[in-house]
């Protein structure tokens, strides 16, 4: 299942700068606007699957996955 995240944008000078809103800790800085889309769908993507790794460590064994949608 794909999802879709919101990347906030934005032009400071001679650097183009953005964020992931709905994912705290995803952001990035780079030369153009094409490359920090580039850089932000990375970074999401790392940043997702840390988070799956930790959350599966933490849980231990005999855990289950159950769907969510918000």
């Given at each position: 299942?794909?999802?879709e995240y919101t990347a906030i944008i934005k032009q400071d000078g001679d650097w183009w700068i953005g964020w992931i809103e709905e994912v705290p800790?995803?952001?990035?800085?780079?030369?153009s606007r094409e490359e920090l889309i580039e850089s932000l769908r990375v970074t999401l993507?790392?940043?997702?699957?840390f988070n799956r790794i930790d959350a599966r460590r933490m849980?231990?064994?005999g855990f289950e996955e159950a769907?969510?949608?918000a």
């Open positions: 299942m794909k999802k800790g995803v952001n990035c800085q780079e030369n993507s790392e940043a997702l699957e849980a231990g064994a769907m969510i949608a």
